[in-house]
């Protein structure tokens, strides 16, 4: 993704120092940049959002650079753009094809043409994959041929989450560099000083993304990320408080965005699901059949859902947290702990908050999954409704 840093007085960092945290990674990476010695292969592993392709880049750029600096890349020079942009055909970044969830043979037989072409402007052809769990059995046998044989200008980098799903074979021909989420107070600083985030936003986001600094400055872009999470506590309340049979038209909040405060008004259950499909019918025709355009319509509800559920589990995370800790408390919502404290205080007890975690995780697994996320969510209304109210 492409960073936006904010306009301050602040200088905006260069080379490995745009990474967060990471700092082993980042001198190994460093040293094979100045000494213009990489490896062929190497495996970045570590957790989704925690800056693996955007040291990928930056690596490419250091061993590319035309002018590098004591922090790797000068960020400036033609080569540098070229490769910031991507606009240059000697760098590559491969990923899952659109619809599809893994990366096939096709692309990498692709790849391996291309990697015995000579680099045409820089003096390393980088090639990237930005999902490597996402290999399949034949497309990692190709990757390995390929390494097997690599050409002296090439260095293949495999981004990946599970090291498990590496083949030992290409394990064994590649360098392993492993990352990390830095502290909480290094990301968050970050946000606020080089992405004009808010300080106490930045506080919380950096808690949310679990310190995984590419998920939190998506978050910040997200205008409607506040929003949604005040929702998820107002849902929170009415779980707690609202008649029973009232809460399953609270269970839209937690599928649709903007319906958190006007839950009321949704008598019919099912209602947004029949709008979508009349939606869908009405918007087909720009390239898709109407059963397309459903389709495409419950993949955006149950991704809301998958969002509004994280938020949830956050939340019920807080609510625990108070019910053992009281003020002293590590909160992930810090700008909301009288409202965590009044409700955590209205459920059954710790017990019955820890279970409705396990209930939350469960239901985002099943969506996840592809269970209708209407089913779900009502059913787990109901659920933690049972567990954690007082009566």
């Known amino acids: 993704m492409s960073l936006t840093w ?83 055909t000697d760098l590559v970044v491969y990923a899952p094809e659109k619809n599809k969830t893994v990366i096939s043979i096709e692309q990498m037989q692709r790849m391996r043409e291309f990697s015995q072409l000579r680099p045409t402007t820089m003096r390393w052809k980088v090639m990237i994959l930005e999902r490597a769990d996402a290999l399949g059995d034949e497309a990692a046998n190709c990757i390995l041929k390929l390494l097997e044989d690599a050409p002296e200008y090439l260095v293949v980098i495999q981004a990946i989450t599970n090291p498990a799903s590496v083949l030992a074979t290409i394990r064994s021909r590649s360098q392993v560099v492993r990352f990390y989420p830095p502290g909480y107070d ?20 950096s808690r949310f993304a679990l310190g995984c600094p590419g998920k939190a400055v998506t978050y910040s872009s997200d205008e409607s990320f506040l929003e949604d999470r005040d929702e998820i506590i107002e849902f929170s309340g009415q779980l707690l408080g609202a008649d029973r049979w009232a809460l399953l038209a609270t269970a839209a909040s ?11 008004a949704q008598e019919d259950i099912g209602a947004e699901d029949a709008d979508s499909e009349s939606d869908a019918d009405n918007d087909a ?107």
């Open 186 to 205: 290094e990301l968050s600083e970050r946000l606020a000083d080089c992405y004009g985030v808010e300080p106490e936003k930045a506080r919380f986001l």
């Open 285 to 391: 025709g720009e390239g898709q059949s109407p059963a397309e355009t459903r389709k495409s319509a419950g993949r955006s509800q149950r991704e809301t859902a998958m969002h509004r559920l994280a938020l949830t589990i956050s939340w019920f995370r807080d609510l625990l947290a108070v019910r053992i800790g009281g003020d002293n408390a590590t909160l992930i919502n810090l700008d909301r702990r009288d409202q965590a404290a009044t409700q955590s205080a209205m459920a059954r007890s710790a017990e019955s908050l820890l279970r409705a975690l396990d209930v939350l995780v469960s239901a985002r697994s099943a969506i996840a999954s592809n269970a209708n996320s209407q089913i779900v969510t009502e059913s787990l209304v109901l659920q933690l409704a049972s567990i954690v109210r007082q009566n």
């Open 254 to 264: 937690l599928r649709t965005s903007g319906s958190g405060k006007s839950t009321g």
């Open 6 to 88: 904010k306009d301050s007085n602040v200088s905006e960092p260069a080379g490995f120092d745009r990474i967060i945290g990471n700092a082993l990674a980042r001198r190994i990476l460093g040293k094979a940049a100045r000494g213009q010695c990489p490896a062929h292969s190497y495996l970045f592993i570590g957790s989704e959002g925690v800056g693996k392709l955007t040291t990928a880049i930056q690596f490419a750029k250091a061993l590319n650079c035309q002018e590098p600096i004591d922090s790797g890349a000068c960020e400036v020079c033609a080569t540098c753009r070229r490769i910031e942009h991507q606009t240059t």
